[in-house]
């Protein structure tokens, strides 16, 4: 398949050209246009997390209980695809490492790109942005979003993120929540929170804005129902 990637960074949508018999997984939801002949379908979980089981575990993390997918009879079928927030996509090449994902910056993979959305402990609850993470194998391309512009981070020995701005990070890394200041006080007046401190060799995805500041910004001035 070809992924193209329109209007980055801050409205970008991916356009997909299938082969035919080629298979592209999905977020639901995630479709803004298509060729007519396409054939579509829904799935619980695509890979090793599969079932019923795996449906509920991405409902607990915030995501879709369904992935959508769209497969091409023919050569030259067209898939575009969109997150639900304003941002940037990044496509990652899978060749048999792991990658952890935030769940909401997961848009759509291959059809041999496995995912599993895991627990991650107690150092991902109480960094109070996203308690399920996706890990993702196997082969093939893996689209990500983000809130905003998206960018890397080459890491070779200690890094540290605010845990609202973690797109992804390659599994080669190590990580532990930690406060942002060194008093946990501080860490919550001084307006940071929660950092997640990297240490090892390899790269790191993050985006410029986060999702859960945003949204208490825009909460705030709403009328009260």
């Not at 792991?98 to 627990?119: I, P, R, T």
């Not at 890394?173 to 090892?200: M, Q, T, V, Y």
Request: charged letters at 15%; glycine letters at 14%; a negative charge.
């Amino acid at each position: 398949m070809d992924i193209q990637l329109i209007h980055q960074p801050d409205s970008a949508i991916a356009k997909v050209i299938l082969n035919a018999g080629e298979e592209i997984v999905a977020q639901a939801g995630a479709m803004v246009a298509m060729s007519g002949f396409i054939n579509t379908s829904t799935t619980l979980r695509q890979g090793k997390g599969g079932g019923i089981m795996g449906g509920f575990k991405r409902m607990l993390g915030g995501e879709s209980l369904f992935l959508s997918v769209f497969r091409s009879p023919t050569a030259e079928g067209e898939v575009f695809l969109a997150p639900r927030l304003m941002g940037d996509i990044l496509v990652y090449e899978m060749q048999g490492q792991e990658l952890v994902v935030q769940a909401a910056s997961y848009l759509a993979s291959a059809n041999d790109v496995d995912l599993d959305l895991g627990f991650q402990g107690m150092k991902s609850l109480f960094s109070g942005e996203s308690i399920f993470w996706l890990s993702v194998t196997g082969y093939g391309p893996v689209i990500l979003t983000s809130f905003g512009g998206i960018y890397e981070i080459e890491v070779d020995g200690d890094y540290v993120v605010d845990t609202g701005h973690i797109v992804a990070f390659e599994r080669s890394l190590d990580f532990r929540i930690d406060k942002a200041n060194s008093s946990w006080l501080g860490a919550f007046f001084g307006g940071e929170g929660f950092i997640c401190r990297f240490h090892g060799k390899g790269k790191v995805y993050c985006q410029t804005h986060n999702p859960g500041s945003f949204g208490s910004i825009v909460g705030s001035q709403l009328p009260p129902k």
